[in-house]
């Protein structure tokens, strides 16, 4: 207690963790390696891991690489101010060029993450007298974007069409803008979003759709990401996205027509008041735009070895490189988490509040490099020792 009887800070802070743990929901940082393509480094281990977002394992290639070592060169390790002071490196506008061809969109903005990309994209769009309607499942950053604009907000069930469409019928009409926010793909289960009909539930509707294609770009739609998955590019106006996923980088973007863009380089505050990213962040992530366009089966890879995964259990065919083995409890899935890595595997359980409660999981993925051998390894222990008789 200090002076005036209440718990002071460092109390408050270790009675929170106290709850957390006695949950199982406490949260710890392990030094972790990655030291080529799929594999892990962890207390002095070689681990093979199946839960890194590095789908096309190009943080590691060559070309990727000398791309960010060449910038680093020339342009200094950092771009020294916001991009609309003195940080907009040229390696900038041809970035986001090549977003802007891939996703078939007239321009592009590039934000330093994912997370700054939504926070300043919806509170720019939208604020008080809008509407925004958001699947439940979408990602926390949507959700805080959604928060931080004022706008009234609703939540639909997880891609329920039918519920989007009763809260359109209930709400629009009383809004002057509105706009409907939704992963293209959903980061803890996998599944797609029903992004073709979404597209035209929002146009007949006068709202506008924007899609969060974090686990999509690279890797669906011939690379273009989920807007792009029936072979066309769908009416989806606000295609945002990262390049730490299948770019194997670090970034955020919003590829949309050319007033939009202009609208959010002067609007959108994560952009105006955070510095630009590196030069060789910037150059690393045109190079894998490179390598992606040159290389379209290389591309089919990691859905082909998630593939592999789950028909050796007998589970449906996944949509993307994730596939989540859903435990249910919090200790059950650390249990099964810490096994693995004692085989040689690294794993990562996610609790709660990620998923929802009662859901915890393995959530497991798959890039283009990942070994036949090891994967059916993996399938194997999942089968006899975490599974049983669930499995196929």
Request: net charge neutral; aromatic share 6%.
């Amino acid at each position: 207690m200090n002076e005036t009887g209440r718990p002071g800070l460092d109390t408050f802070a270790a009675a929170k963790l106290a709850e957390l743990e006695a949950r199982s929901q406490r949260r710890r940082l392990i030094d972790t390696g990655r030291e080529a393509s799929y594999l892990a480094e962890r207390d002095g281990r070689s681990l093979i891991s199946f839960c890194c977002n590095d789908y096309l394992n190009l943080s590691h290639n060559e070309s990727v690489k000398e791309a960010a070592i060449e910038a680093t060169r020339r342009y200094g390790t950092g771009s020294g101010a916001s991009r609309l002071v003195t940080g907009n490196n040229p390696l900038f506008a041809r970035l986001e060029a090549r977003l802007a061809r891939l996703k078939q969109a007239e321009d592009c903005v590039v934000f330093g993450s994912g997370y700054l990309a939504n926070l300043g994209i919806i509170p720019a769009l939208t604020g008080p007298g809008d509407l925004i309607l958001a699947d439940e499942l979408a990602h926390a950053c949507l959700l805080s974007g959604m928060k931080l604009s004022g706008a009234q907000s609703h939540i639909f069930r997880h891609n329920d069409l039918d519920h989007l469409a009763a809260l359109l019928a209930t709400h629009r009409s009383g809004a002057r803008h509105c706009l409907v926010l939704t992963d293209g793909v959903f980061s803890m289960d996998g599944d797609l979003a029903p992004v073709a009909e979404m597209a035209r539930l929002a146009r007949a509707n006068d709202a506008w759709l924007m899609t969060d294609d974090a686990h999509g770009l690279g890797i669906l739609g011939g690379g273009r990401g989920s807007s792009f998955v029936e072979g066309i590019k769908l009416d989806v106006p606000l295609q945002m996205g990262t390049l730490s996923k299948a770019i194997g980088g670090y970034g955020g973007y919003i590829c949309a027509s050319r007033p939009v863009c202009d609208f959010l380089r002067t609007r959108a505050r994560t952009l105006i008041y955070s510095t630009g990213l590196p030069p060789a962040t910037v150059a690393a992530a045109i190079a894998a735009i490179d390598f992606i366009e040159a290389n379209p089966d290389y591309i089919e890879r990691p859905v082909a070895n998630a593939r592999r995964f789950t028909r050796a259990l007998g589970l449906p065919d996944p949509q993307s490189p994730i596939v989540p083995v859903i435990l249910g409890a919090e200790t059950a899935t650390l249990a099964a988490s810490a096994m693995l890595e004692a085989e040689g595997f690294l794993v990562t359980a996610i609790r709660p509040p990620t998923v929802p409660p009662g859901t915890a999981r393995l959530r497991t993925t798959f890039t283009a490099l990942h070994r036949a051998e090891d994967i059916d390894r993996l399938s194997s222990l999942f089968r006899e020792r975490i599974l049983g008789s669930e499995a196929a």
